[in-house]
């Protein structure tokens, strides 16, 4: 076989599409596969190290006492807690969160009172039913108002109600 000027070229372009893909795309898998193949092998190695087992156990036995010293509760705060109370009291029915305002702070005489306003959309019965979950748990406050308003939806034609609760919870001084 003779190499003419064509096959000749035809090498050279093929030994350089080599190099640019080996530059560009081959390189970095084969960097990755050695890292990965040396990070594996080293969680073989540690998964049956008991010692470092044991060492965080008793780390973490420690930092649970310094926060029970420190009465530290891992808990959320009690606007996530009520968001997480009216979401399961609105689980199994049609309604619908769709407006929860921050917090409101009243100070008076020694006494602060914090208010949340919330708005729910749905049927009349499944939204009382949601209220009569509330005020059946009395940690979460006292329900102080209730706000139904009727509303059409002009692209369904339909209507549907809209209700304001108004919570309050008195935190004591």
């Known amino acids: ?14 030994f350089m ?11 970095k898998t084969i960097d990755y596969y050695q890292r990965y193949k040396a990070e594996s092998e080293l969680l ?3 998964s049956g190290n008991s010692e470092l087992v044991k060492k965080l156990l008793a780390k973490q036995k420690q930092l ?3 926060l029970e010293q420190n009465d530290f509760k891992g ?8 968001l997480k109370n009216l979401n399961a009291s609105i689980e199994n029915t049609e309604v619908k969160i ?58 369904t034609n339909s209507f549907y109600l809209q209700t304001q609760v108004l919570l309050q919870r008195s935190l004591g001084e």
């Not at 599409?17 to 390189?27: A, K, Q």
């Not at 914090?114 to 979460?140: A, C, D, Q, R």
Request: some cysteine; aromatic content about 12%; overall charge positive.
């Open 98 to 155: 769709t407006d929860f305002k921050e917090e409101h702070l009243f100070a008076d005489k020694g006494s602060t009172t914090v208010s949340y306003l919330f708005t729910l959309e749905g049927s009349f019965n499944n939204v009382l039913k949601t209220i009569n979950h509330i005020e059946n748990k009395p940690y979460l406050g006292i329900v102080k108002h209730v706000s139904v308003n009727k509303k059409m939806n002009y692209s």
């Open 17 to 27: 599409v080599l190099l640019i893909c080996y530059s560009l795309g081959f390189s």
């Open 75 to 82: 808990e959320t705060s009690f606007q996530n807690e009520l």
């Open 1 to 14: 076989m003779k190499l003419n000027r064509k096959n000749k070229i035809l090498l050279v372009g093929f």
């Open 44 to 46: 073989k190695d540690s």
């Open 64 to 66: 649970n006492q310094v």
